[in-house]
């Protein structure tokens, strides 16, 4: 077994450099200056030129808003990128794995969201993932395309480390409590698509820690932990000027891979405790 991942600087590539290593299991990792995905010409060289069983896609455009100004690039490495992966994966024989995101989903609803549910993205970065899951569901039939929902690990900013960073220097924060999801840890996500690859499925599959919760309570739950003397105060996301819109509810429900793998993925308060260790170490 000998695993390609690409994006391996960030969050979640992190997790899977630092899983591999653990399991001893053969990988190379690159991140944009070893191996620029959007350029179809060098990925097929890379891929062609090497014996790897699996490519692994971390890479992708998670601007949110800064999407909606930049459409022609976040489309080009969240929509293309994953296709030209996956093509050259295909010529290799290697499975391939890539992400997506809650966001594909509009919220119209207050049930966790299956993989049979219609997509109805609603924003750029929000279509241009849905189009990537198309095009790679499409175009290989040994892929497996995974969503998941606001991802936190030890590399790199996400939405913990913006509320420490925030409550380091504010003494009251608003943050607001009408978007629901679930944070999830990004070592979670990488442990529970290994778990999956075992079982020599493809296609869809939602990974998202369990339970549900609002930015607010993501916050609160963080804050509480570390003790923060400040006041948290709830906000409406129309507060806030945001360029793109996210949909107000879009817990994933897991179900189907925890019944295939056997394991119930843990909740996101788990997923908190257990980074913040880590984060918390790292600084010191
Ligand atoms: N973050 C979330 O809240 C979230 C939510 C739902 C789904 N997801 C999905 O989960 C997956 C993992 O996300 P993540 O948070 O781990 O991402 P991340 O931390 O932003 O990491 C992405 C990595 O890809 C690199 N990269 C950017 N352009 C590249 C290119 N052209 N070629 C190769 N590498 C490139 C980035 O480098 P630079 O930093 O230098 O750009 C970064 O190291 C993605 O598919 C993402 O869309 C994430």
Redesign the pocket.
């Known amino acids: 077994m000998k695993v390609l991942i690409?994006?391996?600087?960030?969050?979640?590539?992190?997790?899977f450099c630092k899983l591999f290593t653990e399991k001893n299991i053969a990988y190379v990792a690159?991140?944009?200056?070893?191996?620029?995905?959007?350029?179809k010409q060098i990925v097929d060289v890379f891929i062609a030129s090497n014996d790897f069983t699996h490519v692994i896609?971390?890479?992708?455009?998670?601007d949110v808003d800064g999407a909606e100004k930049d459409s022609d690039n976040c489309f080009?490495?969240?929509a293309l990128?994953p296709e030209y992966l996956a093509m050259a994966a295909k010529r290799n024989g290697a499975i391939f794995v890539?992400?997506?995101?809650?966001?594909v989903f509009d919220g119209n609803t207050t049930t966790p969201y299956t993989e049979k549910d219609i997509p109805n993205p609603l924003s750029t970065?929000a279509k241009s993932?849905r189009q990537?899951e198309v095009r790679v569901l499409e175009c290989y039939e040994k892929s497996l395309v995974?969503?998941?929902?606001?991802?936190?690990?030890i590399?790199?900013?996400?939405?913990n480390t913006q509320v420490l960073g925030w409550a380091s220097n504010k003494t009251e924060l608003k943050i607001v409590d009408d978007q629901l999801s679930a944070p999830?840890y990004?070592r979670d996500?990488a442990y529970f698509t290994w778990l999956l690859l075992q079982k020599n499925v493809y296609g869809l599959y939602h990974i998202s820690n369990s339970g549900i919760a609002s930015k607010f309570d993501q916050a609160q739950y963080l804050l509480q932990k570390v003790g923060w003397e400040g006041t948290l105060v709830r906000a409406k996301s129309h507060e806030f000027k945001l360029a793109a819109q996210r949909p107000a509810f879009s817990k994933l429900d897991s179900s189907k891979v925890e019944n295939i793998v056997g394991e119930k993925i843990p909740s996101w308060q788990s997923g908190i405790d257990r980074w913040y260790d880590e984060w918390s170490h790292l600084q010191r």
């Open positions: 690409t994006g391996a600087k960030g969050q979640l590539g992190f997790e690159t991140d944009y200056a070893e191996l620029d995905i959007t350029n896609n971390c890479a992708a455009y998670n080009l490495l969240n990128a890539t992400y997506s995101t809650d966001f970065y993932k990537g995974i969503r998941t929902s606001w991802l936190f690990g590399a790199g900013k996400n939405f999830t990004a996500l």
